[in-house]
Every structure is written in C-alpha cells, then in structure tokens.
C-alpha cells in the first residue's frame, strides 16, 4: 500500500512563490510518475506537470516557465517550485503517484494567490 503526503500550500500575493513537496510513503517497489494536478471551484482537475521514470516532463502551457518539477528518487518524492503566482493559479493542488500501474493520490493542499 502506497500512501501519498503532500505539504507546502498557502497563501501568497500575485508574484509570489510557493513550493510543494509530494512523498510517496510505504512499499515501494516502482514509481512509473509523480506529478501534480489542481482542481479549482467549478472546475475539473486539471494536470499541472508530471515527472515519468526515465526523466521526461511535460507541463500545462499554463504554468510553463514558470512552475518546475523536480523529483528525488532516493526519497520517492517531487517537488513543485512554483514561480510568479498569479491569481488564476488558486486552486487544491494533488499529488499523485503513478506506482506499478496503480494512481494513487494525496488529500490536497490549497494554494491561494491574492492580488
């Protein structure tokens, strides 16, 4: 059974920073992805970046040059630095963890950006 822990949210004003820490805690055997997704009021969850086995990344063209994923291994934890926050970036933002074909998600940390 794999457990997904996520900390780092907050408020911040428009232009601000925040960073997210995700780990993955139990067995684990092989994380195939760790990535973030939000989910804002009246809207559907939506994938902020991913981070595959083997090193690939992927973002929303939302959030491109401006939110990093990063992740370590050693630790079965990834990180979401997240750089010029504007309003529109308000949202629950979940971890999840892609670990031998089975998703498993984080209870959500709230990430408000004030203007």
């Known amino acids: 059974q794999v457990r997904v822990v996520e900390s780092g949210g907050g408020l911040v004003q428009a232009g601000g920073s925040l960073r997210l820490s995700c780990a993955a805690l139990?067995?684990?055997?092989?994380?195939?992805?760790m990535g973030w997704y939000r989910q804002a009021p009246g809207k559907q969850r939506e994938l902020v970046a991913i981070i595959i086995s083997g090193g690939s990344i992927n973002y929303a063209d939302s959030v491109k040059g401006r939110f990093t994923i990063s992740r370590d291994n050693a630790k079965a934890t990834v990180y979401l630095q997240m750089n010029s926050l504007k309003p529109e970036d308000t949202a629950v933002y979940y971890c999840?963890?892609?670990?031998?074909?089975?998703?498993?998600w984080g209870q959500g940390t709230q990430v408000t950006v004030s203007s």
């Open positions: 139990g067995s684990i055997f092989s994380i195939n992805a």
């Open positions: 999840n963890v892609l670990h031998e074909g089975y998703n498993y």
